[in-house]
T-cell receptor, first 116, second 116 residues
Framework: AQTVTQSQPEMSVQEAETVTLSCTYD???????LFWYKQPPSRQMILVIR??????QNATENRFSVNFQKAAKSFSLKISDSQLGDTAMYFC?????????????FGEGTQLTVNP | EPEVTQTPSHQVTQMGQEVILRCVPI?????FYWYRQILGQKVEFLVS????????KSEIFDDQFSVERPDGSNFTLKIRSTKLEDSAMYFC??????????????FGSGTRLTVV
């Protein structure tokens, strides 16, 4: 079974600064995907960024980037130039890659607050 | 952009009553899911559905839960006899499956179920 751990329940950052959210996971799978989801107060689940385990290059999406360390089973999210709208709960998630229709396994979440 | 639509957005029900949560997945998706998020906790997988049958379910998905795709568009989650601990946000999701699955995994906005 896969587990995902987010050890930072809460974090805060000043607007325009950079913040990094941590995530570690445990799996025996070799083919998998990792995700960061954002959940604002509306509680909708919004995909932020996705990483394929077979890719060595770290994924980036505008101000969001990841540091994927496969050997260490670490998958951190860096948010650059933080904006007030980035305030949300952030969930790290794991999906096995070999089976269609795989479930997502989520971490406990990190509440990020961006301060003006 | 295609959306997963969930109705109602909020439902209040008496303990012991049956509830049906409804979802319209993205039209060309093949896999459908239900997840649950108890307030303040992580998102948990309940069940996945493919080709008109359950493909995987978690230990949470016991006999009081059932899923159905009654027609070509709707996907429902029924809770037969609600308990106070069923109070949660329920998310529907759908994916294309196959190699596209991880890239098209889309969540609905959720149904907030309150059992009183």
């Amino acid at each position: 079974a896969q587990t995902v751990t987010q050890s930072q329940p809460e974090m805060s950052v000043q607007e325009a600064e950079t913040v990094t959210l941590s995530c570690t996971y445990d799996t025996s799978e070799n083919n998998y995907y990792l995700f960061w989801y954002k959940q604002p107060p509306s509680r909708q689940m919004i995909l932020v960024i996705r990483q394929e385990a077979y890719k060595q290059q770290n994924a980036t999406e505008n101000r969001f980037s990841v540091n994927f360390q496969k050997a260490a089973k670490s998958f951190s999210l860096k948010i650059s130039d933080s904006q007030l709208g980035d305030t949300a709960m952030y969930f790290c998630a794991f999906m096995k890659g070999e089976t269609s229709g795989s479930r997502l396994t989520f971490g406990e979440g990190t509440q990020l607050t961006v301060n003006p | 952009e295609p959306e997963v639509t969930q109705t109602p957005s909020h439902q209040v029900t008496q303990m012991g009553q049956e509830v049906i949560l409804r979802c319209v997945p993205i039209s060309n998706h093949l896999y459908f899911y239900w997840y649950r998020q108890i307030l303040g906790q992580k998102v948990e997988f309940l069940v996945s559905f493919y080709n008109n049958e359950i493909s995987e379910k978690s230990e949470i998905f016991d006999d009081q839960f059932s899923v159905e795709r009654p027609d070509g568009s709707n996907f429902t989650l029924k809770i037969r006899s609600t308990k106070l601990e069923d109070s949660a946000m329920y998310f529907c999701a759908s994916s294309a499956g196959g190699s596209l699955g991880p890239y098209g995994y889309t969540f609905g906005s959720g149904t907030r179920l309150t059992v009183v």
